[in-house]
């Protein structure tokens, strides 16, 4: 990120502006939308303000004199559209003396950039692309445009109006935060978004007790909640709405170490952020001490994320927490994720069920050899069934030799997908017979070995097949 949001407080000085044609006129038009004072430079002597209302040229004072030569001192901002050579000289002095300045298409020139805008009046969302596609980020706000509430400037309003006088009935910050978040999801947020707003500030008028609209526990304290999310295998696209919306309003999210940093960056900044997972290997604090935090937490009145990668109940020890959480008489829910099975299905085409070909799935996990070889491989030789194989990779040739033994053909198709719905996945398709060395193949985990004949299907091993085919093809030529 390049170039860091901020929002102008217009009210506490002008805007010089300097240029002429549609391109000053365009920037004049936004900055009166804003709310702002100009002070302009009209180059080329056009002063037509046609089309602006009396009240708005009320802001707009013209400047005579050369640009050159222009007071930039108190100004909030300079801005040149279509200034011509007069644009450089002007963002020098203007960056020398501490002034934000902005040069229509001239990066180079400009301490700062205008974004695509969202205006719902107090709401106003700002889509930049660090000036290097405009379009792009007209794209963007046309799809924020589309599921951002039209009267959502109305209810940021209502809630500013109301902010001081419940500071000073609430004191404590997260049990005022709560208390405007069950304002904005509940019944009084409905009322304003759908054009109620005298009946929203008659329903805030009516809370006496704001500690107990925003559910104050008995001991003083906001009631704590723990959520048990699942990160999905990677990809930060693939978290559920619900998921999203548990990190925003978490306090502490404690964490497992296979959750990527871009998901982790959907987490609230304030929210303290715990690692609390292990990888191949290394120690971890264990599930007793990782149940003891989510449960002190809660007690102490903070809403806590779990947040592990995949599903929390798919070899995630969820059900260990729930009852955990259950026992110390915690408020808990659980919010599923994708599993990195069906994550690896959906990016590499693994239909891990077909028409008269598989009809069954068994998932099973093999975080080390002991795990595999305790696992009773006879009852998965059934060629219908598809084999999913989770923290399989060290226990690879364990996991070959019980299928193996058990009468699984070494011919039965597999496949090793590591680092599934990353930028760095990676297939390797082959056969049971060769599984070990399939593992080598993808270069590190985390991974989850398929096996069974839908592999064959795969797009790897497509694109495997038409390899050898082409190979053939030259060998022959040759």
Not at 18 to 27: F, I, L, S, T
Not at 420 to 445: C, M, N, W
């Amino acid at each position: 990120m390049r170039f860091l949001p901020v929002f102008l407080d217009l009210a506490a000085g002008p805007v010089i502006l300097v240029g002429a044609g549609e391109m000053a006129r365009a920037k004049l038009r936004l900055l009166l939308s804003a709310g702002a004072s100009i002070r302009w430079y009209a180059v080329d002597g056009d002063r037509d303000l046609s089309g602006v209302s009396d009240a708005d040229r009320a802001r707009i004072s013209f400047a005579d004199g050369d640009p050159l030569q222009a007071d930039l001192r108190g100004a909030i901002a300079l801005l040149c559209a279509g200034a011509g050579d007069l644009a450089a000289p002007l963002a020098a002095r203007a960056r020398e003396i501490g002034v934000p300045v902005n040069v229509m298409d001239e990066l180079s020139h400009s301490t700062f950039i205008f974004p695509a805008i969202v205006d719902r009046g107090d709401v106003v969302v700002a889509v930049g692309t660090g000036g290097s596609s405009p379009v792009v980020a007209r794209r963007v706000r046309e799809m924020i445009e589309a599921v951002v509430p039209a009267r959502i400037g109305d209810l940021a309003a209502l809630i500013g109006r109301w902010r001081h006088p419940i500071k000073a009935r609430l004191p404590e910050f997260p049990l005022r935060r709560r208390f405007w978040e069950r304002v904005v999801d509940g019944p009084i947020g409905t009322a304003v978004l759908e054009g109620r707003g005298a009946d929203a500030e008659d329903q805030l008028k009516e809370i006496a007790d704001p500690s107990a609209y925003a559910r104050q526990s008995a001991t003083g304290h906001a009631e704590g909640h723990v959520t048990l999310v699942g990160a999905g295998p990677g990809a930060p696209d693939l978290l559920t709405i619900k998921a999203l919306r548990a990190l925003q309003d978490a306090d502490v999210v404690f964490y497992d170490e296979l959750v990527s940093a871009e998901i982790l960056d959907r987490i609230r900044r304030d929210a303290a952020r715990v690692p609390v997972g292990r990888r191949v290997n290394k120690p971890g604090i264990g599930q007793i001490a990782i149940n003891k935090l989510l449960i002190e937490a809660a007690q102490a009145g903070q809403r806590a994320v779990r947040l592990k990668g995949g599903d929390s109940f798919v070899f995630g020890r969820g059900g260990e927490e729930v009852e955990a959480l259950r026992d110390a008489g915690v408020s808990y829910s659980v919010v599923p994720g994708i599993s990195a099975g069906f994550g690896a299905a959906a990016q590499f085409e693994v239909p891990l069920t077909y028409r008269h070909e598989a009809l069954r799935i068994t998932f099973l996990t093999a975080h080390k050899a002991k795990d595999a070889e305790a696992v009773d491989w006879s009852v998965l030789t059934d060629e219908k069934m598809t084999v999913v194989v989770y923290m399989g990779m060290s226990a690879a040739p364990t996991v070959r030799a019980g299928l193996l033994q058990a009468g699984r053909p070494p011919q039965t198709p597999v496949g090793v997908f590591a680092r599934v719905t990353r930028p760095d996945s990676k297939a390797a398709v082959g056969v049971l017979d060769d599984l070990p060395a399939l593992v080598e193949q993808v270069e590190g985990g985390p991974a989850v070995l398929v096996i069974g004949d839908v592999v064959a299907h795969s797009a790897p091993w497509r694109q495997q097949q038409l390899q050898q085919l082409v190979s053939t093809y030259q060998v022959a030529a040759e």
